[in-house]
Nanobody, 116 residues
């Protein structure tokens, strides 16, 4: 059973920065894709950013140029650096990992709140 543990959320003013971490119980390169999703109150969960086994990254249009996904393979950790945060970035952020066979796991989520 894979475990994903997020950390790094909190309260920040608009224009500020946060770095989220997702520690995986297995090697991050053993997954086909790892990523970050978010869910704001009353809204559906949406993709924020992903990183593939080969290191290719993908971002939602709303965060391009502000957020960066990266990984530390020896530490089995994926990061989401969030800069120039906006109130509309407020949400619970979830880490996700999936395999090429379609098996996936979610972390417990970490709250990010951006005040105006």
């Amino acid at each position: 059973q894979v475990q994903l543990v997020e950390s790094g959320g909190g309260l920040v003013q608009a224009g500020g920065s946060l770095r989220l971490s997702c520690a995986a119980s297995g090697s991050v390169v053993s997954f086909n894709v790892m990523g970050w999703y978010r869910q704001a109150p009353g809204k559906q969960r949406e993709l924020v950013a992903t990183i593939s086994t080969g290191g290719s990254t993908n971002y939602a249009d709303s965060v391009k140029g502000r957020f960066t996904i990266s990984r530390d393979i020896p530490k089995n950790t994926v990061y989401l650096q969030m800069n120039n945060l906006k109130p509309e970035d407020t949400a619970v952020y979830y880490c996700n990992a999936n395999t090429i066979k379609g098996v996936y796991w979610w972390g417990q989520g970490t709250q990010v709140t951006v005040s105006s």
